[in-house]
């Protein structure tokens, strides 16, 4: 069974950026998309953004433009840079592999925090 692991979350003030990382226990960004949701309190998952294994990525419009996702030099690892955070932001961030009908990889999470 394939495992995630997300890192990189923490507390941050307005303005501030973050570099979350999702690691996978095989290599299997070389055949497997990815996809970077997120849990705000109270609220739902929403997906934030996307990555083909092609390298075609999407952004949910609220992070257009402050937030890259990208892949490691090696097949295991994918990143999300976020930048300009606001406290919209403040959310636990998941990342989910393999296909867009079947994210059937999930990490436990890391908790993203933007506060002054």
């Known amino acids: 069974q394939v495992q995630l692991v997300e890192s990189g979350g923490g507390s941050v003030q307005p303005g501030g950026s973050l570099r979350l990382s999702c690691v996978a226990s095989?290599?299997?960004?070389?055949?497997?998309?990815v996809a970077w949701y997120r849990q705000a309190p109270g609220k739902e998952r929403v997906m934030v953004s996307t990555r083909t294994e092609f390298g075609v990525t999407d952004y949910s419009d609220s992070v257009k433009g402050r937030f890259t996702i990208s892949r490691g030099d090696n097949p295991n690892t994918m990143y999300l840079q976020m930048i300009s955070l606001t406290t919209d932001d403040t959310a636990v961030y998941y990342c989910?592999?393999?296909?867009?009908?079947?994210?059937?990889?999930w990490g436990q999470g890391t908790q993203v925090t933007v506060s002054s």
């Open positions: 989910a592999a393999c296909r867009p009908s079947d994210w059937r990889y």
């Open positions: 095989e290599p299997i960004f070389n055949y497997c998309g």
